[in-house]
């Protein structure tokens, strides 16, 4: 190779790796440009009452302690039915079913799942668990619709970090006498566990901020009372910006506390990735000991 063209090839590669820079330095710009948008706007109304108090007067006034309880509790039961139910079947497609046609139109229904615009998981939990199971609208109706747009999410992250752990571990266990289902539980499932629990992480994050499925299933406009069981409608922090922001007779106060709920979710939302980010750093290396 002559040092003409080898000259070539790393000026291409520069220029390669520039444009990669470049589209990472945007990334990061929008990113901080919308948290300093978010948070210049809204840090001027929060204080404890703010996130302690009740709402008055049409919500012009007063705090969003019911959203934020409410989308703790829509978020919790989400992960309590999805959790579960998404890691099982992420073990029975990579263990335990044949690896087939059947197999990967499984797994293209997952994908496809994963893609569908949550407005239509809301008019499924609208129609499934609001109307046909009678819930109601209802913190159950909403975490069961949210536990459907996770689930995707998870199936596949879980599939991922079981498929990454080496086939060894399975073979060593097996060859001293373990079960499959013991060498899943006691094996298989401690060395993933870091991408799964990645991944439920991200499905919570994404579905503190959605708005759609909640608003057929769960949320309220307004509510002077906390929920008291599963079957209450509740208050919730997306529903609420979206309520200040369209539906207030009071913009010039209502705007500014949909604002200050946008800072309360955004940081809400930064957390839940940055405590996904630790558990896998420290699960990891805990696996390297």
């Known amino acids: 190779m002559s040092k003409r063209h080898l000259k070539y090839k790393r000026i291409k590669e520069k220029i390669v790796f520039s444009l990669f820079g470049l589209a ?16 210049s706007q809204g840090m001027a109304v929060i204080n404890w009452e703010f996130l302690t108090g009740m709402p008055r007067n049409g919500m012009s006034e007063g705090g969003i302690l019911p959203a934020i309880l409410g989308t703790f509790y829509l978020v919790l039961g989400a ?4 959790g579960p139910m998404g890691v099982l079947a992420a073990i029975y497609l990579t263990e335990y079913a044949r690896q087939g046609k059947l197999v990967k139109i499984i797994r293209i ?30 913190i159950l109706s909403g975490s069961a619709t949210l536990a459907i747009v996770i689930l995707p999410t998870i199936i596949r992250a879980a599939e991922e970090a079981l498929l990454a752990v080496p086939a060894k571990y399975r073979s060593a266990s097996l060859a001293l006498g373990a079960t499959r289902w013991q060498t899943i539980r006691k094996v298989v499932l401690p060395a993933a566990m870091p991408g799964i629990l990645t991944g439920i992480i991200l499905g919570v994050g994404r579905v503190a901020g959605e708005t759609a499925p909640i608003m057929f299933t769960a949320a309220t406009f307004f509510t002077m009372r906390l929920p008291s069981s599963i079957f209450s409608e509740v208050m919730a922090l997306p529903y ?3 309520a200040l922001v369209t539906t ?4 010039h106060k209502q705007v500014p ?8 979710l955004l940081t809400l939302v930064l957390m839940i990735n940055l405590l996904a980010i630790v558990l896998r750093i420290r699960f990891d290396r805990k696996m390297k000991r």
């Open 109 to 138: 229904g997952v994908n496809n799942l994963a893609g569908v615009p949550s407005v239509v998981f809301g008019l499924f939990g609208l129609a499934i668990f609001v109307k046909f199971f009678d819930f109601g609208v209802s």
């Open 248 to 251: 207030g007779t009071m913009p």
């Open 79 to 82: 992960i309590i039915i999805a």
């Open 240 to 242: 609420h910006i979206y």
């Open 24 to 39: 990472l330095l945007i990334a990061l710009a929008a990113l901080a440009l919308i948290i300093y948008f978010v948070f």
């Open 257 to 264: 506390l949909a604002f200050g709920t946008a800072v309360v």
